[in-house]
């Protein structure tokens, strides 16, 4: 097996975004988005699915959160595809249910290359800091849409903080275990012989 990693740029007149990406890591991040929430959600990404991360972006904050959000979502989906390769020898197949306090979040994916995307619950505050609560959801949709996954996700709980962390989480344990490789599997985990 070749090393999983993957290293993608993206430029637009919106945002300026580099990032790097080992699947097979040790939880190690280096971002800076000039959000401080989504750094910290992006953190909560790479160490609770052992991926070495690195995000920096340069959006058009004084515009607001939206592209800088979708765009991250939409780099580091593709540097998951790419990092995946012809996804030989994965699981594929994952969830993860994940509290924190009195939010729960479940995430369900396939790593199929088939892109898909059901949300499921609301967040309770408008915002944290400087994100805009709503853009946890539309972040997954973008990372599902550029990544190949299909992705299942719902929330419940009463601080939106918690449910968009446990959200987070859950997707970064789910990841973990879907794209872990099988020792017993050295073919595609699909009986098309490809995804």
């Known amino acids: 097996m070749s090393e999983r990693t993957a290293a993608v740029s993206r430029t637009t007149a919106e945002t300026d975004i580099d990032v790097t990406l080992e699947l097979d890591g040790d ?112 972040f997954l949709r973008s990372l599902a849409t550029n990544a190949g996954l299909t992705l299942h996700a719902s929330v419940d709980g009463e601080n939106a903080h918690h449910q968009i962390e446990a959200l987070f989480k859950a997707l970064a344990r789910a990841l973990d275990d879907a794209t872990r490789l099988d020792e017993r599997r050295s073919d595609t985990p699909s009986t098309k012989g490809e995804l």
């Open 27 to 138: 939880g190690e991040a280096t971002v800076d988005t000039g959000i401080g929430f989504l750094d910290h959600m992006l953190e909560a990404v790479a160490e609770h699915g052992l991926f070495d991360l690195t995000v920096q972006c340069d959006g058009d904050l004084d515009v607001d959160d939206h592209h800088t959000v979708e765009d991250v979502a939409i780099t580091l989906g593709q540097a998951l595809d790419e990092a995946l390769g012809d996804r030989r020898g994965i699981r594929r197949f994952a969830d993860r249910t994940v509290p924190m306090d009195e939010s729960r979040a479940e995430v369900v994916v396939d790593v199929s290359g088939r892109p898909y995307f059901r949300f499921e619950g609301a967040f309770e505050q408008e915002r944290v800091g400087e994100f805009t609560s709503v853009m946890a959801r539309h």
